[in-house]
């Protein structure tokens, strides 16, 4: 039995696509870990941000966000449980997924586990004829804050036509892994540099590092979001599901005492919080 076929033994709901905002959907995220960790079901799951959202890597400084224009523009600012870079989410041109399982279940590995959970989001880019893979060449940071403009890693980043069109990250936590990642389906790079302060980079060198889905292929949103649920389904034979009123109710209190929290939000690297 392979590692997919592994998955699919198991019990998994899928949560088709789910429209909130980015507090909520990162709290959501984490309460499906401990539902996972505790012998709940696992979860695959593709999600909307709405509003707009700007989050930011665990680590990330609160100065290189443009807090001012943000608020002007109705972008909401959250902060991820994974590292990396700022990513601007926009409500049409981003589509965001996550797969929860327990850690036991999973390979021990990063890079093996980035890997085999990362199978069914190349699979539904394929299938809407995107020709997509990991980066195999380095690619040099243009301005480290944001995410797509650092470095690319062949464990986590997804290129088509040499352009970056998928990142992922995964974070463990009580017994659990969360993975979750952000394809572009359409590019606004100037909003995506807008949200940050700090950098001279320009749209059209934002353009050459970062292609959208809707550049390669003449899919509709839908469509993909249609697909890519498919493909999660698929990947883990995953049931019919939806969040229990006992898991709202834990990530709207996750999301008050932390993911709107500026104690989270605007913390510092180095802080405990």
């Avoid at 699979?123 to 997509?132: C, H, I, Q, Y």
């Avoid at 690619?139 to 980043?157: G, S």
């Avoid at 980079?201 to 809707?214: C, L």
Wanted: charged share 30%; net charge negative.
């Amino acid at each position: 039995m392979n590692d997919s076929e592994a998955l699919a033994d198991r019990e998994w709901r899928v949560v088709r696509e789910d429209t909130r905002p980015g507090a909520m959907q990162m709290a959501l995220d984490e309460v499906a870990g401990e539902t996972a960790a505790t012998g709940g079901p696992r979860t695959v799951r593709v999600y909307r941000w709405d509003p707009s959202c700007l989050s930011l890597g665990y680590g990330q400084r609160p100065e290189t966000v443009d807090w001012d224009y943000c608020e002007f523009e109705g972008i909401d600012v959250t902060r991820r449980p994974t590292g990396g870079g700022g990513i601007y989410h926009d409500n049409y041109g981003d589509v965001a997924y996550s797969i929860i399982a327990p850690k036991a279940e999973l390979p021990g590995d990063l890079i093996d586990c980035y890997h085999l959970l990362c199978t069914p989001i190349l699979d539904a880019l394929r299938s809407v004829g995107v020709d997509v893979d990991f980066v195999e060449d380095d690619v040099p940071v243009i301005w480290h804050p944001a995410c797509y403009l650092r470095a690319l890693h062949p464990a986590h980043d997804m290129v088509a036509e040499g352009r970056k069109i998928a990142g992922n990250a995964q974070y463990r936590r009580r017994d659990a892994v969360v993975q979750h990642g952000s394809i572009t389906y359409s590019v606004d790079a100037e909003t995506h540099l807008s949200v940050f302060d700090g950098h001279d980079v320009t749209p059209e060198e934002f353009r050459e590092r970062v292609v959208g889905i809707d550049e390669l292929t003449d899919v509709s949103r839908a469509e993909f979001v249609e697909a890519l649920t498919d493909s999660l389904v698929e990947f883990v034979d995953a049931n019919e599901g939806s969040w229990t009123e006992e898991e709202l109710t834990r990530a709207s209190e996750r999301v008050e005492e932390k993911y709107e929290s500026a104690d989270w939000v605007r913390r510092r690297p180095g802080s405990k919080r």
